[in-house]
């Protein structure tokens, strides 16, 4: 079981393109995080006039304390499901971030450091429902983030998923969590991270969800 951290600003991008579930990821995560965790949390989104196809990412700031600015300058962590995804925001990780990849989709890489799982694969192979790659990249992140609990992500799924379609993603859930906790070794060491502390942001109080073109 983790236990509660302090956070004094942590910094998510999850991106990829329209049609791989990414801002409802990011709504999943957000809710759980700041619902079912207790921090603050600011979410904000993005996405391409393409439907389908187009760029798409959604970005979380998460913290302990009141969020002074919503928006994500320097990331800690970049979850990256395409290539474009990968080259357009590679630059924006901290020194100490962390990339994630679908390895299925994203052959070259910036850098030789980051980790990787064939998302689209499991959820194809595995799953048999292509849709629930998201689902899948979420229990990998939740393994990933040591704040994250899996107990409060399950429940989060289960709040705002319909019904019909829990179980194939609590399959996915718990697939995408093993194969992290298996092959990616260690959740994220924070102790890494670099000193951006809220406190050092100002104290304004924002928790919620903001759309932009």
Do not use: W
Not at 69 to 96: G, M
Not at 157 to 178: C, Q, R, S, T, W
Request: glycine share 8%; proline share 4%; charged share 20%.
């Amino acid at each position: 079981m983790k236990e509660q951290i302090t956070l004094d600003r942590f910094e998510i991008r999850l991106s990829g393109l329209g049609g791989q579930g990414i801002l409802t990821l990011g709504k999943l995560l957000g809710h759980a995080l700041a619902l079912g965790h207790g921090y603050q949390v600011t979410q904000t989104q993005s996405y391409g006039p393409e439907a389908r196809g187009g760029s798409s990412r959604a970005d979380l700031v998460v913290s302990s304390h009141p969020i002074s600015y919503p928006k994500t300058e320097r990331l800690d962590f970049l979850v990256a499901l395409s290539q474009e995804a990968c080259n357009s925001y590679h630059h924006l990780l901290k020194k100490t971030g962390v990339l994630l990849v679908d390895t299925g989709l994203v052959k070259q890489t910036p850098t030789n450091v980051f980790l990787g799982l064939p998302f689209t694969e499991l959820a194809l192979e595995r799953v048999k429902v292509p849709q629930a790659m998201n689902t899948v990249v979420l229990g990998a992140v939740t393994f990933l983030m040591p704040f994250a609990k899996r107990d409060v992500m399950r429940k989060s799924l289960l709040a705002n998923l319909p019904e019909k379609i829990h179980k194939v993603n609590l399959k996915a859930f718990a697939l995408g969590y093993d194969q992290a906790r298996r092959l990616l070794a260690q959740p994220i060491d924070l102790k890494n991270g670099e000193d951006e502390s809220a406190a050092k942001r100002g104290d304004m109080n924002l928790t919620d969800i903001m759309v932009e073109d």
